[in-house]
């Protein structure tokens, strides 16, 4: 082996994955209890260490799934975390990653092995060592992005109404919408797909059923309208 890099110190890279979801309501964040020390016990994001035969996305792929079960689903990679007192126990590096999924559809592909639970945005506890860091930038991130792009469509079900996507987009950015102008500039991207079916659930009117029309999705998904304000990022 050749001994050219004896003399630096070993550093381990690790993977944390932050798993937003939608479940028609609310937009919430998976988190699970960590099982082993430091911090045993406590609610962390999803993570372990990337292998030495894989990538960080692979790692990331991995981790997800080994913790709750999740495969297929929308991953990016978000930033590295690098401070050197974010772990206590040996010099840790964590590439983040931020996954947008649709909770009524992989419910029942979550497993219970770890216990991972959903938790509302406004009553996420306290996270173990960066973790609460990682999660704001996460949002940040998830901001401009949307702002961007139509990724918050990664979050909604096959069939979706006008009121959850306004609702998603308003507790995204944490503000209330002028929701007549939003719906026309939404209308205005030619991405819904109006179906003849309702949501009575709320009220007898009820609200129509929207399909994504896939092939515009992804014909638009680099050039999309902006209609939400660009934030700071």
């Known amino acids: 082996m050749i001994k050219i890099y004896n003399k630096q110190t070993p550093v381990l890279l690790a993977v944390d994955c932050i798993v937003f979801g939608f479940d028609g309501q609310d937009l919430k964040l998976l988190l699970i209890k960590r099982g082993f020390e430091p911090e045993k016990g406590k609610w962390s994001l999803m993570g372990g260490f990337v292998g030495p035969k894989e990538t960080a996305d692979q790692a990331a792929s991995r981790i997800l799934y080994d913790l709750t079960g999740l495969k297929e689903v929308y991953l990016e990679p978000l930033t590295l975390f690098s401070d050197p007192t974010r772990e206590p126990t040996s010099r840790t590096v964590s590439m983040t990653y931020f996954a947008l999924i649709d909770i009524d559809q992989y419910q029942m592909q979550i497993t219970d092995k770890y216990h991972p639970v959903w938790f ?44 959850q996507i306004t609702s998603l987009y308003e507790q995204v950015y944490d503000v209330e919408l002028d929701k007549r102008n939003f719906v026309r500039k939404l209308r205005s991207t030619k991405l819904l797909v109006k179906q003849d079916e309702k949501d009575k659930s709320s009220s007898k009117k009820g609200a129509y059923y929207y399909q994504l029309d896939q092939e515009t999705y992804r014909a638009k998904f680099k050039k999309f309208i902006n209609f939400m304000p660009n934030p700071d990022y």
């Open 120 to 163: 509302k945005l406004d009553r996420i506890p306290r996270l173990i060592f960066d973790h609460d860091h990682m999660v704001e930038e996460a949002i940040g991130r998830l901001r401009y992005k949307a702002s961007q792009h139509p990724i918050l469509f990664e979050l909604l079900p096959t069939n979706f109404t006008i009121p």
